[in-house]
């Protein structure tokens, strides 16, 4: 139902910031978690960060204390900030979207029916 679109990727240098945004359409955006998740080469897709129905946050131990999520339903967008980024950060980071998604459940992936299609992040050292 729900379409997304990400925004803001590009390349930054280590101990830089990035703010990237992903952007809904089609469905009721406050009814939905939404998620980044980021895939490096050769690597599985990992969660970074989500935004609970209920406006709940989580994060990976990589992301905690360096991003920052939000969102605004008026606008229908939900922004990851992304500050003292490192080489390791750079990946196709991804937004995803969970019909009433809450708790933990929204760091799985598998949990997640409609998906963004990534913007690019690299980071040089």
């Known amino acids: 139902q729900i379409e997304l679109v990400e925004s803001g990727g590009g390349l930054v240098q280590a101990g830089g910031s990035l703010r990237l945004s992903c952007a809904g359409s089609?469905?009721?955006?406050?009814?939905?978690?939404v998620g980044w998740f980021r895939q490096a080469p050769g690597k599985e897709r990992e969660f970074v960060a989500s935004?609970?129905?209920?406006?709940?946050?989580y994060y990976s131990e990589s992301a905690k204390g360096r991003f920052t999520i939000s969102r605004d339903n008026a606008k229908s967008t939900v922004d990851l900030q992304m500050t003292m980024l490192k080489s390791e950060d750079t990946a196709i980071y991804y937004c995803?979207?969970?019909?009433?998604?809450?708790?933990?459940?929204?760091?799985?992936?598998?949990?997640?029916?409609?998906w963004g299609q990534g913007t690019q992040v690299t980071v040089s050292s």
């Open positions: 995803a979207a969970y019909l009433f998604g809450w708790a933990s459940a929204t760091q799985n992936r598998d949990n997640y029916g409609s």
């Open positions: 089609g469905g009721t955006f406050s009814n939905y978690a």
């Open positions: 935004i609970s129905w209920t406006d709940s946050k």
